[in-house]
């Protein structure tokens, strides 16, 4: 009882991880969930940017945002969470340039 206590301030407190997961030739996408009450949506929203943009430079590519979007949470309903799709292109790629992306 005690281990799952902590467990759940730890999420709290925390949020949940996310994972870069394939959705197509060089897109991918990544979502935060379980958000703490008090953090923003617009912060998760910057923490699946900060984490993707991490990923693309780790592999040597460019992060290039298609779609984001995000929840705050609602006390008590359902908690925040926050989603990005982007393509990972290798540097110099004319797709960089030409990307619009959506907010």
């Given at each position: 009882m005690k281990a799952s206590?902590?467990?759940f301030a730890l999420a709290l407190l925390t949020g949940c991880?996310?994972?870069?997961?394939p959705s197509g030739p060089n897109t991918y996408?990544?979502?935060?969930?379980?958000?703490?009450?008090?953090m923003s949506a617009a912060n998760a929203k910057a923490d699946c940017y900060?984490?993707?943009d991490v990923w693309c430079a780790k592999r040597g590519l460019v992060m290039v945002p298609?779609?984001?979007?995000?929840?705050?949470?609602i006390a008590?309903?359902?908690?925040?969470?926050?989603?990005l799709t982007f393509r990972a292109l290798k540097p110099g790629d004319p797709a960089i340039t030409n990307s619009?992306?959506?907010?």
């Amino acid at each position: 009882m005690k281990a799952s206590i902590m467990s759940f301030a730890l999420a709290l407190l925390t949020g949940c991880m996310s994972t870069v997961v394939p959705s197509g030739p060089n897109t991918y996408y990544i979502s935060k969930g379980s958000l703490p009450i008090w953090m923003s949506a617009a912060n998760a929203k910057a923490d699946c940017y900060h984490e993707a943009d991490v990923w693309c430079a780790k592999r040597g590519l460019v992060m290039v945002p298609i779609s984001s979007d995000a929840q705050d949470p609602i006390a008590f309903r359902s908690a925040g969470s926050a989603q990005l799709t982007f393509r990972a292109l290798k540097p110099g790629d004319p797709a960089i340039t030409n990307s619009t992306a959506t907010p």
